[in-house]
């Protein structure tokens, strides 16, 4: 293939590097080897030291118009604002079904007279849930669970306090930065195995205060609140992406960029390098994860999706957000100055270092990129959250698939 032309590198590159052109033969056989049987658009790329996004954009194009398209270079059909569209009128049906049900749970509340009795008729109905009544009336779910007539105590379990603090000892041996809920849902994983009995998290609490194997509180106050929503009802619908910094013994530096779901909080695709990323590995990344989610050989995904980072200059450079909404991704980016507003990818580099990084050994770069898989999949396949019902990403995305509503595993 020729070089016909020099040209300054794109985004993140050196300047005065030599840049390829490709006729549009060329391009039409580099696409049709990768859609052959046994290739990928990786394995092309390597191949030919090509980047994975420029591959994945002449194939858009050839299917958007054929070979007209690749020699253009460009979109044949402009991009349509119907899917955004589409994607309002969902969010303002969900919003619709929610003041229904606050409205209808109102007017079945008018027959009774007062405030604890009103919540109390409504939940007998069984015509909502709990938690929904006790939220549109304001009155706590423990006064409608607590039955009208006192029960006597209940008596202690001496034996059974004593094995499970035997099994969250362990636990916090194993796990030195897990706090009791999540050591409690790591003794239930293992109680199940067993064909035993679960343990209630309050009484996982109440032994490991008493055997003083908490963690120090965090006291720490936020300088400003967010009042936002990252988490999403479905997967799919919003996926976040950041990047962090591992700084090994030897001095050595390894950058890592990932995207994260916002729903079922797994790692989709990550990239890992010894310089800091560039828009072509943010670009790589979105292809891979693409991949990952809607199937090998997908150019675009199936309906709108959000991709929401900071304003870093490698997610809001122009090619960056031109490859993106060539996917199909909705490109959001956080308000300056407002983390918060990325919480769910902050959170996760929080806990990725604390859990991870910070209690295994960094001697070099090269030790550190040969642990970090196994470490992704025990956080994806392991790692319980408590947005998921104490589930890891993998179980509840397992839960969701056979037929469990999302509001109910979480």
Known sequence: MEKTTKEGAPGGAGQGKSRRRYSAEEKLRLVAECEASGSSVSLVARKYGISPSQLFRWRQLKTAGGESGLKAGEEVVPASEVQALKAQVRELQRLLGKKTQEAEILRDAVEVARKTAVARGVVELARHPVSAVARTLRVARSTLHRP?????????????????????????????????????????????????????????????????????????????????????????????????????????????????????????????????????????????????????????????????????????????????????????????????????????????????????????????????????????????????GMRSPREFRGAVAAGACPAEVG
């Not at 059974?160 to 362990?170: C, I, N, P, R, T």
């Not at 990550?270 to 150019?299: C, H, K, N, W």
């Open 148 to 388: 009208l007539s006192p029960r006597e105590p209940r008596c202690s379990d001496a034996d059974g306090d004593s094995e499970a603090l035997a099994g969250l000892k362990a636990v916090a041996q194993e796990r030195v930065t897990y706090g009791y809920r999540r050591a409690c849902a790591l003794l239930n994983r293992q109680r199940r195995k067993e064909d035993k009995p679960p343990v209630n998290h309050k009484r996982a609490y109440r032994l490991m205060r008493d055997a003083g194997l908490l963690l120090q509180r965090h006291t720490g106050k936020p300088t400003r609140t967010h009042e936002g929503t990252v988490t999403t009802l479905k997967s799919d619908l919003r996926w976040c992406s950041d990047g962090f910094e591992i700084r090994c013994w030897s001095g050595e530096r390894v950058q890592v960029a990932f995207s994260l779901d916002c729903c079922d909080r797994e790692v989709i695709a990550y990239r890992t390098s010894a310089e800091y990323p560039t828009s072509l590995t943010i670009q790589d990344l979105m292809a891979e994860t693409v991949e990952a989610r809607f199937g090998r050989g997908t150019i675009r995904v199936p309906h709108p999706v959000e991709w929401l980072s900071d304003n870093g200059s490698v997610y809001t450079a122009h090619d960056t957000r031109e490859f993106g909404r060539s996917l199909g991704l909705l490109m959001c980016t956080t308000p300056a100055y407002s983390p918060e507003s990325n919480g769910m990818a902050e959170a996760f580099v929080k806990t990725f270092k604390r859990d991870y990084v910070y209690v295994h050994e960094l001697h070099s770069a090269a030790h550190v990129l040969a642990q970090l898989p196994a470490w992704l999949e025990d956080y994806n396949s392991g790692h319980p959250h408590k947005g998921l």
